[in-house]
């Protein structure tokens, strides 16, 4: 059985890549919905629905866990999905998401004052706020909304994301943070211009440097999930639409020879 990987677009494949990285061995189906695409200005109702339908799809695909790399996705609706839904379709399966080990991740580097960058939807979720309080009572949060930042990387306007990011993150320095989480799968693509803007004295968590490792870990504390994997080193990207653009941004940020198919979800 594989690992899926879901996403609401194409900026999942950044974190895939690093996935593949660390764990080449296993099979990987990825899907984007990038006909449904953007999910971050979307009511809560609808991103449920739409990743009941993707988690379906990638179980019939024959995944046995599914990551959840969208944060939009993983902030509003993955709780319903692990409480409700799993148990009654599917109570053998996992399905994972990015929220919980990006928290980790923060308060392990030493985070007490730390600032959130991500989507409208996962900003409004409070996703990150409850996940980093539960680990640590006295963290301050404190969280921006960029809803500007998926669309620029889409077009690869990287040019134009500069005084756009300054503005997204002088709120955030302005509370004296120690630690800034990327909290939305396109800004690993950003994160070496942030890492220059908010300057040394703090610490960027970048969700493609984290989850990959933290699946390591799931995989090693879960030996009767690990067990089922299959290693053909298959990787499959499947989307629920196709442009030019889009086979591009496969290409630049998954592997050269990616190839995108279509599918009906
Ligand atoms: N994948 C989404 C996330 O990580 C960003 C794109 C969207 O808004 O759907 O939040």
Redesign the pocket.
Known sequence: MKIGVF???L??LLLLRAMVKKLPAYDYVYLGDTKR?????RSQDTIYEFLEEAVEYLFKQNCQLIIV???????QALRKIQKNYLPKHYPDRRVLG?IIPTAEAAVASGAKNTGVL??A??VNSGAFVRELKKLDKKIQVWQEAAPLL?PLVEQGELKWAEPIVKGYLKPLLKHKIDSLIL????YPRLKSMIRKLVGKGVKVISQDEVVPAKLADYLKRHPEIEKKLSKGRGRKLLVTDITPEAEKLARNWFRKGAVLRRVYI
């Open positions: 996403d609401s677009g900026g999942g695409v953007p999910y971050g200005n790399a969208c944060n939009t996705a993983s902030a990015v991500a989507t939807g996962t998926v909290g939305c799968t396109h």
